[in-house]
Nanobody, 126 residues
Framework: QVQLVESGGGSVQPGGSLRLSCTAS????????MAWFRQAPGKPREGIAG????????PYADSVKGRFTVSRDNAKNTLYLQMNSLKSEDTAMYYC???????????????????WGQGTQVTVSS
């Protein structure tokens, strides 16, 4: 089973940008629909962006549409999330996840995703 490791989180001021990466440990990420989720303190985990196996379909949650861009490079076993125009409400732990099903609209059911990374913290604050 694929294993996922996120990186790229950090602290940034409002209006700034960050790029998250999620690297898969095995060479078959193309078998999975991939997605980014986030969880703020005291709130449920929510799916915010997904990408189909071939990268052609990229659904987004309304909260990030137009600001975030999800992409994948199957040759590098890596999923990305480019986050621009960050807001304080984007502060959360960000997780990547993989599903053998899909594609899904955002937000999807968490139970549709069987593989999760450990998360990377994003803090947006002045």
């Amino acid at each position: 089973q694929v294993q996922l490791v996120e990186s790229g989180g950090g602290s940034v001021q409002p209006g700034g940008s960050l790029r998250l990466s999620c690297t898969a440990s095995r060479s078959t990420p193309e078998n999975y629909f991939m997605a980014w989720f986030r969880q703020a303190p005291g709130k449920p985990r929510e799916g915010i962006a997904g990408v189909s196996r071939d990268g052609s379909t990229t659904p987004y949650a309304d909260s990030v549409k137009g600001r975030f861009t999800v992409s994948r490079d199957n040759a590098k076993n890596t999923l990305y999330l480019q986050m621009n125009s960050l807001k304080s409400e984007d502060t959360a732990m960000y997780y990547c996840a993989a599903s053998r099903g899909g594609p899904y609209f955002m937000p999807p059911r968490l139970t549709d995703f069987g593989v999760w990374g450990q998360g990377t913290q994003v803090t947006v604050s002045s």
